[in-house]
């Protein structure tokens, strides 16, 4: 980077410099190896300039040339140093650039600007001093800087783009995280990639990842010497050299430099399974210190077989930094032409098997020049497999290897001295002295290797030497000319064999941390926080004796108590053994049973080993996580010592076959002898889950509310959390979701996840799969297979975020299926069902490990894994999934297998065929019906993991890169993926609600999810909305029409037309039009809606025809309400079409007559008075009205009608109907309280029993159904006479239809066709009578006769004013106003409110869908705490419920000013309308205000309805003015305005809910009562969302007393609750099942619509447990039955928990 540096002026004299060399010679070596004061020998620091003073004789006269100034230095090296300078002011022919440091002078010319000075010392302080110099000769003062060389190892990391990480800050997190280069295949392109390439393979254990070089420079060499065909030899040999190629040692020494402990711990573990040396001592080439790698190693654990354990068959299995081994060292003295590692290479190599251990020069980079990795001593080991063909050495030994010349690295050679059996010395001369071999005290025996062949050394110095060392011949090798590499390594091997078996001398990599210590060489576990924390976890396993007693003691929470309480929990879904008990008696044990278990884990003080843990795991974050790993090492080494000697046990006990019960209790040993830190953790969430049942103020549960945070944070920092204790096969869901719930506190809002899991066979590598995969290390030592499922946090690094939308991935790691621990047992494939669904159901992907070479074991796992994704299907979860076929290895494999790919899809469908039959699921269902699946895409062949025979074998290359393909794809099917990620609250809710369902028998009837709760709450909120713009666009579009058609051949009317039934038609049509594109918009707003990633919208996706029917259902239901409507209005306006014509008729006449009274009057030429003119107008009006003909208006016989309908209704349902009909007349019919009976003795006596048991029995659930419809019709006629309009056929259809739908809809009660005739002749009955009266109330009230007495005393008024000549204007204009506008406006404004008002109540959440209004409904009961108000509920809900949304209307309505937004809103629009109407009337030339008047209506009939009668009358002799008119007229509007504000604001709303075309109650109640069916054994009410739903469910179930239940003999009221029942033995009779006694689990049978889930969680029923307990007593009275017993744990329940089991029951937050 270049460094810009001001020059700072030392003086101002005039003064030239013409100094010679010696002077700059003098100031070097003065002014560095002093300190001067004066200016003249300052030497400013690196980044600093200054121009030096000296004295001179020349003459002031001549200019001094001017000195460089703002020096830079450009680039720094070890080696080199850039720089350049600003020209200054002045001719200059050159610079002379002198470097100094120490007397060492450089000195350098140059013409231009800049130089680069070579061929400088690494890591020293220079001063550059650099002069102008002028054509004459003379020079200028020279500018002084400094710079210091970087040192080899700055110089190293800055080219592999490490100095921000040096040292030790490169930590894991960094390493794992997902980032664009761990799944692209892009070389590295320079020198900063390569130790990201190279760690990305090492993460993968790809035995190729020290093969790293920049593949930028070789192509475009290569690219450039190939696109040239001529010969060109300069080229050719320069292509050759190797440039700045980087050793493989410098780059895995910079990582452990840069690396913090737990990075070289894994790197150390990944380079050992690739069987690459380890660093033994890492060199720091800058310190001159190195280190001993002793932490670095712990982790490693080989498993070896020496010859002594081949006969056996045993095996020893140890952690390698604590096996006592011989260790074989090879150093190097001088220069060498053997390569020593090479010879190391095949040393280690079986003729079968070679493999480069160390790095050596033929290997790629390999002769590249190291740079920071001398000094470095690598270790290595043969670990023997016990074939006397295959090792080269029978006894396991260590093998270390030094880097570079050991005169420069004596410390190293000392302690390899120390610490090894034999050092052999590789040379190709040797000095006679040789201090450095013999003045040593050696503990090794000294071998000295010598290449004879390429430089023959001094046989008399190999004498001395040997003399002094006292060594044989069998001490010295030389090799020799005859002599090739392999035969060279046989002898040399033999040697080695030789001392490895006399060698006593032995030592773990832990003994030599001593030695180190002794020869100051640092050990990287001598940190504080390392030794604090190995202090720690030592305090915990120093005191484990026996694992099994030692659990007992130390951990008692998890152990017995535990699995107690998961076989209660899982019994209280299951109901397996209730018995004859009751069931809600037997849970209410079950749940006190758990209460005693939680009070004795309580009663445990917490043990030393968990306060040493708790304590331990809360020390600052790095020492927590040594202490982790320490403890986890520790217990490994503990049960691994345990476990070998069981398993001897075990093999001596099975040569005895009668020692079956001792063979059995080793068995059980060797399942429970495992410890690890998991068991910790599992106790830790016992006493967090223990302490959550003390109350909230006890100090012991404060004292613990920290823990879930502490595992949170362990779980950030890539711990694993185990989720399923594979022990006691239970989720601890309150812990763990604290757990996560605290881990969302700590990402958030970076808390985005997807999630991968594994799923297999045990031992079939699945954990080796994942950590292979992503780098991780999930537990695979011998004896430690996985049990549960545990999972990981990887960061996804912000270059991938885009692509995969998620902020990390959440690895979940599972025990093997098919255990052979869990097989003996026999719910172990209910134990391994419930795993697989599980973690199917959690992950985003799920790998399948499948061994197609065991067919029958293949076949079993398939149905356990196709199980849990036919599960997740039925959910509305469909997760990916990938087979992984492991030890395939052949390059044909994906071809071969065509026929076993073909296999497997042909079992995958015959097992889903299977499980779809075990969870009823019948329709014939392939496997791609249940998810994606593509043969070819979804299989991946991956050969062995192993190159070779272990110990000795490397992974297998191929291994790495089939696994590395496979992780590639997986992120792309993730990153590809429709559905948007979960956060660690919905994974946590996802986990809970799977967990839950799976503990009861039957899981996809059982499963309940918030986040598909949510989902659909969400869909019907949306779904609701559109449905109101459509039924709100829909009122409006009517309102107008059945303007247009109340205006229709009036004045008013505009229509063209003049036949009604064509207007009709027309209307029709126009109807059909805008249903269909609200219709269209419907379905396209749906389809919009599934297309959406957020908001978890495919876990609804099952619903979507649903909703698709309820669109199309809605505008069947809106076509055949609006052609009814405009029906009705139409044939209502048509039969007033002739009394308007006689009104009109008689009105014209009478008008006639006035006139001509007028006229006679004022011809008398006498002054009348008032009582003359009325008795002139009194005599008139009779004569008039006796001339007149008035026909007495016809009523038309409603029954008849009626009647007919009634029969053209019924007329499908066969003869016996009509025999039915004739047996009684309809007027006769609902004049009494209607009362259903049956004939015959039997079925009476029957019912009388039925009575004195009081069981709703059929007579008694069809007579509360028929009050039910009765009182619905009722009400529906009430309403229509309300309006005060003529009868119209459709109403009485409206109310058969009415009757049709709820006979049909109620499937619980068998309805017999006497029982359906009688009920609609009782209703018809009812209603015709009624609507008799309407009609007759309607001709009354529209007589002519009537009509023209009404307006008498206007007409006289009108003569008088005529007869004086007054002026008529304003009282026109008024009577106008008042009779015509002012009710047309009013009319309007009732038109227009209810939508309103039901707009606004739709805003309020508990109107927003039917689970909302349950939720509020059940809240308020709770909250009144009233027992009337529940009786209500209970005896008639959907009274109630109307009764209720009234009352919320009339409460959110009571204040007047919320209506009067609305009224005066219309209001205003009315009378901008209206004088609207005026001025455009003004504007057309009229003859006279009859005219003027006709227009304004007309101008208005698309808005307003004007009343006929009141115009007629108003247009009587009027002589008014029309231009005044107008004016007053504008004057009356505003008073109207002003009349009606106070007209509104003084009504209530009760009164204008009366007078509203729109009935808000009503609307509401359609809208949300949904379909209106109850449970068909609680009555709890149906809540789908949908108006069209192919199944019926609600979210709370309650005690079935509360439906009227009890005890037939007892007459006890029932506490069982079907959401119990129906995962119970128990059993049902009730007149669905012809009262035979039928299985409550098979309750479909006979209910098959609707769908009755388990509780979600046990308190889900606490809510109506907590009302029944309450009122018990008033509920038995209400209901004629004796108080219900109830179980004690009911009667614990308070309030508070009945409200939070409600907003559990709905998934309110």
Aim: proline share 3%; hydrophobic share 35%.
């Amino acid at each position: 980077m270049a460094e810009r540096v001001p020059t700072m002026d030392s003086s101002d004299e005039e003064e030239f410099y013409d100094a010679p060399n010696s002077i700059l010679e003098l100031y070097c070596e003065e002014g560095e190896k002093t300190s001067p004061t004066s200016k003249s020998c300052y030497v400013p620091p690196p980044g600093e300039v200054a121009v030096l003073n000296a004295e001179s004789k020349a003459s002031h006269s001549v200019t001094e040339p001017n000195p460089p100034v703002q020096i830079i230095i450009c680039k720094v090296s070890s080696e080199s140093l850039s720089l350049r300078w600003d020209t200054p002011a002045g001719e200059a022919e050159s610079y002379i650039v002198t470097c100094c440091h120490e007397g060492d002078i450089v000195q350098e010319s140059t013409d231009t600007n800049r130089l680069t000075l070579s061929n400088l010392k690494p890591g020293v302080c220079y001063s550059l001093l650099v002069s102008t110099q002028c054509r004459n000769g003379r020079t200028s003062k020279p500018a002084v800087t400094s710079a210091t060389t970087k040192t080899h190892l700055e110089s190293l990391m800055e080219d592999l783009g490490l100095e921000q990480l040096y040292p030790e800050k490169l930590s894991l997190s960094i390493i794992l995280q997902i980032d664009q280069k761990t799944i692209t295949d892009e070389p590295a392109k320079c020198n900063s990639d390569l130790p990201w390439y190279f760690l990305k393979k090492l993460m993968m254990v790809n035995v190729t990842a020290r093969n790293v070089k920049c593949t930028a420079a070789c192509e475009s060499n290569f690219g450039a010497a190939s696109g040239k065909t001529e010969l060109d030899f300069d080229n050719l040999f320069e292509s050759l050299n190797s440039g700045d190629m980087l050793n493989p040692l410098d780059i895995i020494t910079a990582l452990f430099l840069c690396s913090d402990g737990f990075v070289r711990q894994e790197m150390a573990l990944k380079m050992s399974m690739c069987q690459f040396s380890v660093p033994l001592l890492l060199p720091n080439c800058d310190t001159k210190q190195c280190t001993l790698m002793l932490w670095a190693m712990r982790d490693i654990v080989k498993k070896y077989r020496p010859q002594s354990l081949s006969e056996s068959k045993g095996f020893i299995e140890d952690r390698i930094v604590l096996s006592d081994l011989p260790m074989i060292s090879f150093v190097r003295l001088g220069e060498c032409s053997l390569s020593k590692s090479e010879i190391l290479n095949k040393l280690l190599s079986n003729s079968q098997q070679y493999h480069d251990t160390f790095v050596h020069h033929d290997m790629e980079c390999g002769d590249s020049p190291r740079r920071i990795s001398n000094g470095l001593v690598e270790i290595t080991w043969y670990l023997p497999c016990g074939n006397k063909n295959m090792d080269v050495f029978s006894e396991p030994v260590a093998v270390a290897n030094l880097r570079g010349d050991i005169a420069s690295f004596e410390t190293q050679y000392s302690f390899l001295c120390q610490t090894s059996a034999a050092v052999f010395v590789f040379f190709d001369t040797l000095d006679s002295e040789c201090e450095l071999l013999t003045n040593k005290q050696h503990k090794a025996q000294i071998f000295l290797v010598g290449n004879h062949q390429s430089k023959p050394c001094s046989i008399d110095a190999l004498k001395r030497v040997a003399t002094k060392l006292g060594l044989t011949n069998s001490n010295i090798l030389l090799k020799t000319k005859q002599m090739n590499d392999a035969d060279f390594a046989k002898k040399l091997q033999k040697t080695v064999i030789n001392v490895v078996e006399d060698s006593k001398m032995k030592m773990g990599i832990e003994q030599m941390a001593d030695i180190a210590h002794e020869l100051g060489i640092r050990v990287d576990e001598d940190s504080s926080e390392c030794q604090a924390a190995k202090q720690n976890a030592d305090a915990i396993t120093a005191e484990i004796q026996d694992i099994l007693e030692y659990k007992e003691a130390q951990l008692p929470l998890q152990g017995q108590i535990w699995k107690e309480l998961t076989r209660l929990e899982k019994e209280e879904f299951r109901l397996r053994n209730v018995g004859s008990e009751k069931i809600e008696d037997y849970k209410s044990d079950l749940q006190m049973q758990k209460t005693e278990l939680r009070q004795k884990q309580n009663s445990y003080d917490i043990s030393n080993a968990m306060t040493y843990f708790i304590n331990a795991i809360s020390s600052p974050g790095i020492e927590r996580c040594y202490f982790l790993k320490w403890l986890r090492m520790n217990l490994d080494n503990v049960s691994r010592e345990k476990l070998s000697d069981l398993r001897e046990q075990y093999k001596e006990k099975c040569k005895d076959s009668e020692k079956k019960e001792e063979i059995k209790d080793i068995d059980r040993q060797l399942s429970n002898s495992s410890l690890g830190t998991e068991h910790f953790f599992r106790e830790m969430g016992q006493i967090y889950e223990a302490s959550l049942s003390l109350p909230e103020t006890n100090l012991s549960r404060q004292q613990l509310q920290h823990l879930p945070k502490l595992c949170a944070q362990l779980l950030l920092d890539g711990f694993p959390l185990e989720l399923v204790d594979g022990d006691a096969s239970n989720i601890p869901l309150r812990w763990v979701s604290d757990v996560l719930s605290q881990l969302n506190d700590l990402m958030s809002p970076k808390s985005k996840i997807l999630v991968v899991t594994v799923l297999g066979v045990q031992s079939t590598g699945k954990s080796t799969l994942l950590n292979t995969m992503f780098g991780v290390q999930f537990a695979v030592s011998s004896g430690r297979c996985t049990r549960g499922a545990f999972m990981l946090l990887i960061k996804i690094n912000e270059d991938v975020k885009k692509e995969l939308n998620c902020d990390f991935m959440v690895i979940i790691d599972t025990e093997g299926l098919k255990s052979p621990e869990l097989a003996q047992l026999d719910n172990s494939h209910e134990h391994d069902n419930e795993l697989a669904t599980l973690v199917v159901g959690l992950s985003d992907i799920t790998i399948i490990n499948v061994a197609m070479e065991n067919s029958t074991e293949m076949k079993d796992i398939l149905q356990i894994v196709v199980h849990a994704f036919l599960r997740m299907k039925e959910v509305g979860k469909m997760p990916k999934c990938q087979f992984v076929h492991q030890n395939v290895s052949d390059v044909s494999a994906h071809e071969n297998n065509l026929r076993d790919r073909k296999l497997l899809l042909q079992q995958l469908n015959e097992m889903t065929q299977a499980a779809a039959k075990m969870e009823k699921k019948e329709e014939n269902m392939s496997f791609t019906d249940v998810m994606e699946y593509n043969p070819d895409t979804g299989n991946w062949y991956i050969p062995g993991l192993w190159n070779g025979n272990p110990p000795m074998a490397p992974v297998n290359a191929g291994y790495s890169e089939a696994v590395y393909e496979l992780k590639k794809n997986i992120i792309q099917i993730l990153g590809s993926c429709e559905s948007s990620a979960n956060d660690i609250l919905e994974f946590t809710e996802w986990m809970k609600s799977l967990w839950n369902a799976v503990k009861h028998e039957n899981f996809i009837f059982s499963f309940r999810n918030s986040l598909v709760a949510d989902a659909y709450m969400r869909l019907c909120t949306e779904f609701n909305k559109w449905e109101w713009e459509f039924r709100k666009e829909m009122y409006t579009w009517v309102t107008n029409a059945e303007t247009r058609i109340y205006n229709f051949g009036t004045v008013a009317g505009k229509s063209e037309i003049s036949d009604m039934s064509e207007c009709l038609t027309q209307l029709k049509s126009g109807a059909c039009t805008v249903l269909s594109k609200w219709e269209t918009k419907l379905l396209e707003n749906l389809a919009q809606y599934f297309k959406q990633t957020e908001g978890h919208v495919y876990l609804v996706e099952g619903y979507r025809e649903d909703f698709a029917s309820s669109a199309k259902s809605l505008r069947r239901e809106m076509e055949s309400s609006v052609f009814n409507q405009l029906t009705a209005a139409a044939d209502i306006r048509q039969g007033m079409t002739e009394l308007d014509r006689i009104k009109e008729n008689h009105t014209k006449q009478l008008e006639e007559r006035v006139c001509a009274l007028i006229e006679k009057c004022q011809k008398k030429k006498v002054q009348m008075t008032e009582k003359e003119l009325d008795e002139e107008f009194d005599k008139m009006w009779k004569e008039t009205v006796n001339e007149l003909s008035f026909q007495k208006q016809k009523t038309t016989n409603i029954i008849t009608y009626v009647s007919h309908c009634l029969r053209d209704n019924l007329s499908r349902k066969g003869s016996h109907v009509c025999e039915l009909l004739s047996q009684k007349e309809l007027k006769d019919c609902g004049l009494r309280p209607f009362k259903h009976t049956v004939d015959g003795f039997g079925v009476w006596l029957k019912h009388q029993f039925s009575k004195l048991l009081n069981i709703e029995d059929h007579l008694m659930a069809l007579q509360n159904l028929a009050d039910c419809i009765i009182a619905i019709c009722t009400q529906f006629v009430t309403e229509k006479m309300d309006k005060k309009i003529n009868y119209h056929d459709t109403y009485i259809q409206e109310i058969l239809h009415m009757i049709d739908e709820r006979l049909q809809n109620n499937q619980s009660v068998k309805i017999e066709i006497e029982f359906e005739v009688s009920l609609k002749q009782h209703i018809c009955g009812i209603a015709a009578r009624q609507f008799q009266k309407m009609h007759e109330d309607f001709i009354h009230a529209n007589d002519p006769y009537r009509c023209l007495n009404q307006n008498k005393k206007k007409f006289c008024t009108d003569f008088k004013d005529v007869f004086h000549e007054r002026d008529q204007c304003q009282k026109k204009a008024e009577e106008f106003t008042d009779r015509c506008l002012r009710p047309a406006v009013e009319d309007f404004v009732n038109r227009s409110l209810g939508p309103d008002i039901i707009g606004e109540m739709l805003t309020s959440e508990q109107f927003s869908t039917r689970m909302f209004l349950q939720y509020s409904i059940l809240l308020e009961l709770l909250a009144k705490d009233d027992f009337e108000n529940y009786l209500s509920y209970f005896s008639s809900y959907e009274e109630y419920v109307k009764k209720r949304i009234l009352h919320q209307i009339v409460e959110r309505f009571s204040n007047a000013s919320t209506t009067f937004e609305f009224e005066e809103k219309h209001v205003i629009s009315s009378i901008k309308s209206i004088n609207d109407a005026v001025n455009k009337a003004k504007t057309e030339k009229c003859g006279n205000l009859k005219s003027f008047v006709k227009n304004v209506c007309q101008e208005l009939g698309g808005k307003l309805v004007i009343s006929q009668d009141a115009l007629g009358a108003f247009m009587i002799l009027n002589n008014a003015d029309q231009e005044q008119f107008a004016d007053w007229l504008t004057k009356c509007l505003k008073d109207m305005a002003q009349v009606l504000r106070v007209k509104f604001k003084e009504t209530n709303i009760q009164m204008k809910l009366n007078k509203l075309n729109v009935n808000p109650q009503n609307e509401l109640f359609t809208k949300l009562i949904g379909c209106g069916q109850q449970c068909p054994f609680c009555a709890a009410p149906c809540e789908a969302g949908e108006k069209v739903h192919t199944e019926h469910w609600t979210s709370l179930h309650r005690p079935q007393a509360l439906g009227r239940y009890r005890c037939s003999l007892s007459k006890i009221l029932v506490t069982a609750v079907c959401s119990s029942d129906v995962v119970s033995e128990k059993t049902f009779q009730c007149d669905a099942t012809n009262w035979e006694i039928h299985p409550y689990k098979n309750y479909k049978e006979i209910f098959p619509d609707w769908k009755i889930q388990p509780d979600v969680s046990l308190e889900a029923s606490d809510y109506w447990k907590y009302v029944l307990t309450k009122f018990n007593k008033k509920i038995a009275k209400a209901f004629n039955a004796k108080p219900a017993d109830i179980p004690a744990t009911w009667k614990m329940i308070k309030c508070k928990q009945a409200e939070e089991s409600l907003k559990e029951s709905f998934h309110i937050k």
